[in-house]
C-alpha cells in the first residue's frame, strides 16, 4: 500500500537544500543507527525481553560500487509498521525525543542519545534515487517490514521475510553521486564526522572507528601515548604536545573538553594563517570541525575537541541554532585557558618561557584585538627586562614587584636588539638610577603596548616619551662637567643656539629643548610616531609611506658635540649646519626614524673631509 509523504519532502531533498555537503547523510544515518543501539541497550538494563538478545551492538557499512548502493545496518530497536509510518513518513518528527519523555517517566535517562530531530534519515535522498529500509522491532514477537520510496512525495510499506533485528537502509546512489560506492570516500566521511560514537562501526567488514573518544574519560586513566596518538589524529600533526587541558563542567552549561598546546606552528615560516583547532562535538558526533568562534582567534593555535550536550542544532546540523550559547562556551572556554596556562607559567617557568618563544606572538595579538581578555593574557607575556640576563624573560608581575616605591609607570623600550637597548641614548637615565625596563623587540610590541595602555593600574609609558623624561629628570642627579672649554652654556647662550638650530633646520624640527638625561649622546627624538608602525606602513605600500613629520629634538647642553657646535656656528657657519643636520640624523636613526640612511652619506663625507683636512 501507498501512503503520502509529509508535504514537500520529496521536493526538499531532490533540491538537495537540506544541507551544504552531502556527504553529511552518513553522519545522519550513523547517528540514527547510534540512538536505535543506544536505546535498546537501555531497555536491556531494564531488564526487558528482547529479540535475538545476543546478537552485537554494532554498526555495519557496505559499499557496492558495481551496484552502485550504499547500505547502512543496526543492530539496534528496530521499528514496527506504526512506528516506521511515524518516523519515515514526517519531516521533523522525533523518534528519540519521544524515546527520551518515556525513559524519564520510568526515572531512567539516556544522555547518550544524539537525535533531536527527525529529519536525518531524509538525507539519504540528497544521493540516492531510491531508498529502501527494512525494519524488525525488538520487541519479541515482532515481524520484519520494508519500507520504500523515491523521495517523489510517496512511499510504500510491506511485510518482509528474513529482516533481522534493527534496521538497514539501502541507497540506490543517483549518477552524481557515485563516489558514495567507492570505500575510502565513505571510510574518510566515517572518521572526519562519526569516528567517536559509541559504537564499532564496521566498513565492508572491518572496524573504522579505532579511535576512543578521550574527552570522556578520566584523565587519570588515559597515557600519554594515547593523548599523543589522539592529538596527532585529530590535528593531522607529527609533533607532541606540550601542553594538555582535559576540562569538564555540567554548570552553568555542558562541557566536555580535551585541548592540546603543540610544539611549534607553522605561521612563524609564512605559511599563511592557520585555521582554528578545536572541533565541536554532541555526545560524541561531529557538529563542526574547525569550529570558528568556538574559542577566540589569537588561541587558533590549539587543538582539540569540545562536547557539549547542550548545542542546539537547526535542520542540517551543520549551523549552531544559539550563537548565545557559542558566546557562552567561548567565554568559558576562554577562561579556563588563561588560568590553565596562568598555573602552568608558575608551576614551571622555564618550560612556560620556552613555550612562549613559540606562541607568545598569539597572546600578543589577543591583546591587540581582544578587548575582554587583554589584561588576563598581559599577566602571560614575557619579556626581557634590563634586570635579567640576555635571553632571560621576566613578566609584568614580577617587574612590578621590583619596582621602586616612588615609581609610578612601568617603562619600557621598543627596539630591535638588546645590544641597542643597551647603549640607546633613551636607556642612559634610567640605567643611571637603576630603574628597570622591558626591552621589546617585536615589531607587533608597540601594538601591543599601546593597546594594553596599563596594568594593574600602572601605566605603560615608552621611555621615549617626554613624560618617562620628566619623570627621570625630576631627580636627576647633576651631571659632571665636560672637559671642553666653556662647558657650560648660560639660558641666553642656549636660547640663542635652539633658535639658530631651529631656523637651520626649520624644515626638520618643531622644537629644540634642552635635557639633563642624556650624558653620552648629543640629542634624540622625543614624543616620535611608532617606528615600527612607520615601518609596517612602507612595507604594505612603499609608494603610499607617509613623510617623515617633523620632530621635537632634546639636546643635552653640556655634550661636547653640542658645546662646540654652539662655537661653530659662529665661526664656521657651513660647517655647523652640516653637524646639526648629523645630529639629528644620529638621533632619528636612534629612534629607528630614518627611512634611507644612504641620504646622509654625501653629508658624511664631506664632514671626513673637513676633519681630515683640519
Known amino acids: 500500500r501507498d501512503f503520502c509523504l509529509s508535504r514537500g519532502l520529496g521536493d526538499v531533498y531532490k533540491r538537495q537544500s537540506l544541507y551544504s555537503e552531502r556527504e553529511i547523510f552518513i553522519r545522519e544515518l550513523i547517528s540514527n543507527a547510534s540512538d536505535a543501539l543506544e536505546k535498546l541497550r537501555q ?107 523515491d523521495g517523489s512525495g510517496v512511499y510504500s510499506i510491506a511485510e518482509a521475510d528474513g529482516v533481522s533485528r534493527g534496521t538497514k537502509i539501502v541507497i540506490k546512489l543517483r549518477d552524481n553521486s557515485v563516489e558514495f560506492a567507492k570505500k575510502q570516500t565513505v571510510d574518510n566521511a566515517i572518521k572526519k564526522y562519526s569516528n567517536f560514537v559509541g559504537f564499532t562501526i564496521n566498513l565492508n567488514g572491518h572496524p573504522v572507528n579505532t579511535i576512543r573518544a578521550l574527552w570522556l574519560e578520566k584523565k587519570d586513566n588515559i597515557t600519554e601515548d594515547q593523548h599523543k596518538e589522539f592529538y596527532q589524529f585529530i590535528s593531522h600533526a607529527f609533533d607532541s604536545p606540550t601542553y594538555i587541558l582535559h576540562y569538564s563542567a555540567d554548570g552553568p552549561i555542558s562541557i566536555r573538553s580535551l585541548l592540546y598546546f603543540p610544539e611549534t606552528h607553522m605561521e612563524k615560516y609564512g605559511m599563511g594563517r592557520i585555521d582554528p583547532g578545536v572541533s565541536l562535538f554532541s555526545r560524541k558526533v561531529l557538529i563542526q570541525s574547525k569550529c570558528k568562534g568556538l574559542i ?89 627586562s634590563s634586570k635579567t640576563p640576555a635571553g632571560e624573560l621576566t613578566s609584568l608581575d614580577d617587574y612590578i614587584s621590583r619596582m621602586k616605591e616612588t615609581q609610578k609607570e612601568i617603562y619600557f623600550l621598543v627596539i630591535a636588539s638588546r645590544e641597542f637597548a643597551e647603549t640607546s641614548p633613551y636607556f642612559e637615565a634610567f640605567k643611571a638610577k637603576d630603574i628597570e625596563v622591558l626591552f621589546l623587540y617585536a615589531t607587533v610590541d608597540d601594538f601591543v603596548m599601546s593597546n594594553l595602555g596599563e596594568y594593574q593600574s600602572k601605566k605603560l609609558s615608552t621611555i621615549e616619551s617626554a613624560s618617562a623624561a620628566e619623570s627621570i629628570e625630576a631627580t636627576q642627579e647633576p651631571t659632571p662637567p665636560s672637559d671642553v672649554e666653556n662647558a657650560e652654556m648660560s639660558e641666553q647662550e642656549f636660547q640663542d643656539f635652539a633658535n639658530w638650530m631651529k631656523e637651520t633646520l626649520s624644515e626638520r624640527v618643531t622644537t629644540i629643548t634642552k635635557t639633563s638625561r642624556l650624558s653620552t649622546s648629543p640629542a634624540i627624538v622625543i614624543d616620535h610616531e611608532s617606528a615600527s608602525f612607520r615601518r609596517m606602513m612602507k612595507f604594505v605600500d612603499p609608494s603610499r609611506a607617509p613623510k ?41 636613526i636612534q629612534a629607528g626614524l630614518l627611512d634611507d640612511s644612504r641620504s646622509m652619506i654625501p653629508r658624511l663625507n664631506k664632514l671626513l673631509e673637513k676633519a681630515l683636512g683640519s
Open 43 to 149: 531497555k536491556m538494563q531494564l531488564g526487558e525481553d528482547i529479540e535475538d538478545e545476543h546478537q552485537p551492538l554494532e554498526v555495519n557499512i557496505a559499499v557496492d560500487e558495481k551496484n552502485n548502493t550504499f547500505t547502512i545496518q543496526d543492530s539496534g530497536i528496530g521499528m514496527t509498521k506504526q512506528e516506521l509510518m511515524d518516523n519515515l513518513g514526517k519531516i521533523g518528527h522525533s523518534g528519540t525525543e519521544q524515546f527520551l519523555k518515556l525513559m524519564e517517566s520510568k526515572d531512567r535517562s539516556s544522555t547518550n542519545l544524539i537525535g533531536q530531530f527527525g529529519v536525518g534519515f531524509y538525507s539519504s535522498f540528497m544521493v540516492g534515487e531510491e531508498v529502501r529500509v527494512y525494519s524488525k522491532s525488538a520487541k519479541v514477537g515482532s515481524r520484519g517490514y520494508a519500507w520504500r520510496s
Open 296 to 384: 577566540p582567534d589569537w588561541l587558533r593555535f590549539i587543538k582539540g575537541v569540545v562536547d557539549s550536550e547542550d548545542v542546539s542544532l537547526n535542520l542540517s546540523r551543520e549551523f549552531l541554532q544559539d550563537s548565545a550559547l557559542v558566546k557562552r562556551l567561548s567565554s568559558v572556554l576562554t577562561r579556563r585557558v588563561l588560568k590553565f596556562l596562568k598555573d602552568e607559567a608558575k608551576s614551571d617557568p622555564d618550560k612556560y618561557n620556552k613555550w612562549f618563544k613559540e606562541f607568545g606572538s598569539f597572546l600578543k595579538e589577543g591583546i591587540c584585538t581582544d578587548y575582554k581578555w587583554k589584561e588576563d593574557i598581559a599577566a602571560l607575556l614575557r619579556l626581557e
Open 548 to 588: 617623515l613629520p617633523k620632530q621635537q629634538i632634546q639636546v643635552n647642553p653640556k655634550h661636547p658635540i653640542i658645546l662646540l657646535l654652539n662655537k661653530s656656528r659662529k665661526e664656521n657657519p657651513d660647517l655647523a649646519k652640516d653637524v646639526a643636520e648629523q645630529v639629528v640624523d644620529n638621533a632619528l
